[in-house]
């Protein structure tokens, strides 16, 4: 089978990383293995894309560059600790956030319930 080669322009579209951001990563290591053709055009694999896309989820959790420019070279048994780690951030963050939602909400019903108890009274002189 032969592997499909994806050009830098696909790569800016599946991703939404610029070209600039393209050539740092490969600059600091968060990209390997990026061939070129015989044009010397960057050629990237599906391979480079899910880990490209990695990267974004990486980004959003606020990791840093230095932080992800590591994960290449670590064992399938750390990436698994790091994974674990960071999956725990976010049930955390999520669990934060929604006992914020729920404290919202009752606030809400609270000024909801405040109104409405206003709007009866000023009825009642009408």
């Given at each position: 089978m032969m592997t499909k080669f994806f050009?830098?322009?696909?790569?800016?579209?599946?991703?939404?990383?610029?070209?600039?951001?393209?050539r740092y990563y490969e600059k600091i290591g968060i990209i390997s293995?990026?061939?070129?053709?015989?044009?010397?055009y960057r050629q990237y694999t599906e391979e480079n894309i899910n880990w490209l896309i990695l990267v974004q989820y990486l980004?959003?959790?606020?990791i840093s560059t230095n932080e992800i420019a590591k994960f290449p070279n670590?064992?399938?048994?750390?990436?698994?600790?790091?994974?674990?780690n960071y999956q725990q951030e976010i049930r955390?963050?999520?669990?934060?956030?929604?006992?914020?939602?729920?404290?919202?909400?009752?606030?809400?019903?609270?000024l909801n319930q405040e109104r409405f108890e206003k709007s009866r009274s000023l009825k009642t002189f009408l």
């Open positions: 050009s830098t322009k696909e790569v800016i579209e599946l991703t939404g990383f610029s070209k600039d951001t393209l293995n990026v061939i070129r053709n015989r044009n010397n980004k959003k959790l606020n670590l064992t399938i048994e750390e990436s698994k600790i790091y994974i674990k955390n963050k999520i669990k934060e956030l929604n006992d914020i939602d729920d404290k919202l909400t009752v606030k809400l019903e609270a």
